[in-house]
């Protein structure tokens, strides 16, 4: 999930001035390159920890699950010869929550003829009747005949307690939660590097913990402490990104950041198909992160951190080997520079910034209101799009999980598109959103027939448009949100927006319920939220744009082409004075081959070269003169 959103964001366009530590480092090379990489890879069992419960808690096959009915009205020689014969639970009814038939009641009509069609005797089965006409009986035990020991095998979860998987969910995302906020504080005192080693540590002890303890409210306790330290641990590498590159890289870097919890989207299923018990997956995918502990050695600190802590020394020997690798040049007096940047650092620091100045009226309260909403909207979509791939069907959530995760890559890539190639990357991605989440609504159009595999295929392809465009928007909410205010105010507003987001999460996955009314019901709600937060992007396009990216020019036709080229060779080919109000491109170094953009084209007068001739033969050099100052 794009909880990989650090609290800490950066601005658009980069200061003309750059500090010493950009001046060494650069904005991008093959040192930032390693480090980069390392963060990249542990979005990978951030992801595994997110979306586990897809595979820890699939819904049953057909078969699995076998109602025992409570207590029966029969006769004592009936039941005599149930007792000799055929024990009443292999009578019970093998039912299956796959084709929405009711697990947690059996029918007596059913048991009877069986029971007739077994024994030749006739059965007195009870009277109670369901709203539906249907005499049936609550299940006093139901039995798990599976192969794969899941949660819900092992905890029972199913019928009322079918809510307890969301549950599971809930407190993940309460432990992102405590664990981003836990995290902005501790970056005051500890190093981004040495957080993110704590971060894995914990999330390897925690981690096999969540997969061994033997009762429900231990794993539950344990998730929640696993998401803490892995919120420790991405944030602190997302602090150490948004460090060491800037620009353009920094926005490159910061949006395909998702493109490695893509990855593990992609690589969860190839691992859960070893495994026939949840607790040996939650074994396996914790125990990876052992590799991050051994390659945390090669990740870089943040330098502007270690700064701020009069950590001089070991800023200046990160730089070095920064500038050895990009091959930069080094000030001969980068130690006096760096003792001076640390003092302004540590002067920024002790002005306090409290988050009331974020709604202090500078940024418009509604616009503030605007971005929290789409934030809660845009995570919740995310994350529940993720969780109802159980809801597809066991037998082909392989396949669909991974089809997710090719999904979220086309989002990122198109988000990234928007973000550096539009003015108006709110409104686009706002469009985006609205036609996704209209066009969802078209899922009810299809047939109502048994989920085989084509009828699941067919209910995949609107959640992957759904998929596509939420995955967008978040790439163009984690860059360009702080640009909606001031540089002072980023990270406040960042981590406000993240938190209230994480919030939305703790109590979204119970929409995952509502699958009990219809299994269409959960997707038309995330559909209405994704057209709504749609319509809230466009709404704060109208004060925020890319203005470093041009406005695309009307393009020119042939003969407009060559009449607007000859009159810049004609005023060019004079003496320079001539054009002294033209710009510096056409100045240097006149030649017949000299290219121009398409602006400067337009921007030409559009007066025929014969008026401009006649004004010439009028006026001579010096109307000729005075005509191109004004004009261009």
Known sequence: MPDSQSTGSFPRKSSPELDVVEQVNGSFGRWQLRTILLIFLCKIPSAWFTTIIIYTAPYPWKGELVCHP????????????????????????????????????????????????????????SESQEPGGQPSLPCAHVEHRTDYKSLISQFDLICSRRVLVALTQSFHALGALIGGLMAHSALKKISPRRLMLLGMIGQIFCGNLTG??????????????????????????????????????????????????????????????????WSYLYVAISSSLIVLVWLHRWIADAPRWLLRHQRVEAALRQLLESATYNNQKVPLTLDVQLTMYANDLDQKSKQKHSYCQVWDGETKRSQLVYIHLIWGGAMVLYNIILLMIRNLGAEQVHVNTAAMGFAEMVGIFVGLYLILYTRRHWRWAGNLMIMAGLSTYLVWLLPETE?????????????????????????????CTSEIVSKEKRVLLMLSVISFSRVCLVFCPLLSCLTVIHHLVPITILATMGWVYGLALRRLNRYYWNTEQPQISQVPTPNTYRRQSAIILRRCSTLSSDCSAYSNELLSNFERNMAVSIADIWHINFHPSSEIELAVDRNGGEAHRAHSSETI
């Open 451 to 479: 989920r085989n595999s084509r009828r699941v295929g067919l209910e995949l392809v609107f959640w992957l448009i759904l998929k596509i465009g939420n995955s967008a928007s978040i790439a163009v909410l984690t860059t």
């Open 70 to 125: 409570a207590d029966w009205n029969v006769s004592r020689s009936q039941a005599d010869h149930v007792d000799r014969n055929h024990a009443l639970w292999q009578d019970a009814r093998s039912t299956d929550r796959l084709f929405n038939v009711d697990v947690c009641n059996a029918y007596s009509d059913s048991l009877a003829r069986g029971f007739v069609r077994r024994h030749g005797q006739e059965w007195n089965a």
């Open 212 to 277: 061994l303890v033997d009762t429900y409210q231990l794993h539950i306790y344990f998730r929640c402490l696993t998401s803490i330290f892995c919120a420790l641990m991405y944030t602190s590498g997302q602090f150490i990104l948004n460090d060491i590159t800037s620009g353009k890289a920094r926005i490159i870097v910061v949006t395909l950041s998702e493109l490695f919890w893509s990855m593990g989207l992609v690589l969860l299923p190839a691992i859960s198909i070893y495994f026939d018990n």
